[in-house]
């Protein structure tokens, strides 16, 4: 698996030492950023582009939650997943305002080590299949503009077309005028395949025409 950055942000050394410490135990190849407060942890956030952050609640500059809110307003960043901590700020409604913040997980200080762990592993793996979600998604938009080129050809083909009553050249959109194979082929996927219908062998070459068809026409003539 790549390498997965995590940014920590905390005003606190020793809690930022603490969860480094746990994710480094885990073996996983993580890569890990500190933060001191909430307007660094943005600037970092902004510059490197984590797959997690990890942020306090109660930090001088900025706060967590102005943080979260700041990160999750920029185009680049908004999809970041973030996880706030706390030991002060642990009631249900905390954990609703730092959900309705942006967040996606909230843990209560002091940080547990099997919790954290496993909290990480899972929203990782949950950004994961947003990305996956994501570049599915992009690749049905792609189709399906494609698509639609190709039925604005073929509705180009059931409208009405300009087409001069002596020579049976078609307009195009530009005016030019092109002949019926050339203009279909390039409004088109159909090909062409050359014949020559029994009118214009009559009218052409008549001798064969005769060959051709003589029998045929007595035969019909006779049964009438």
């Given at each position: 698996m790549d390498e997965r950055k995590i940014l920590i942000i905390d005003d606190q050394p020793i809690n930022i030492e603490q969860i480094v410490n746990f994710l480094e135990e885990t073996g996983e190849s993580y890569r890990l950023f500190q933060a001191i407060d909430g307007e660094m942890g943005c600037e970092v956030a902004e510059k490197i582009v984590p797959d997690l952050i990890i942020t306090d609640w109660e930090m001088p500059v900025m706060s967590g939650i102005e943080a979260v809110k700041r990160i999750k307003s920029r185009k680049a960043t908004k999809d970041i997943p973030i996880i706030m901590s706390s030991g002060v700020m642990t009631t249900s409604e905390n954990l609703k305002t730092a959900l309705e913040a942006g967040a996606v997980d909230y843990i209560r200080k002091p940080i547990d080590k099997i919790e954290l762990i496993a909290r990480v592993r899972s929203i990782l793996l949950l950004a994961d299949s947003y990305v996956e979600i994501r570049h599915q998604r992009d690749e049905l938009g792609e189709k399906n503009r494609d698509l639609k080129i190709a039925i604005d050809k073929v509705k180009t083909l059931n409208g009405l077309l300009p087409?001069?009553?002596?020579c049976k050249k078609i307009r195009d959109d530009k005016g030019y005028w092109n002949e019926v194979e050339t203009y279909v082929k390039e409004h088109s996927d159909a090909e062409f395949s050359h014949?020559?219908?029994?009118?214009?062998v009559k009218e052409l070459y008549p001798d064969i025409y005769e060959q051709m068809y003589g029998n045929s026409r007595t035969s019909t003539s006779h049964t009438h």
């Open positions: 087409i001069c009553s002596s014949g020559i219908c029994p009118e214009c």
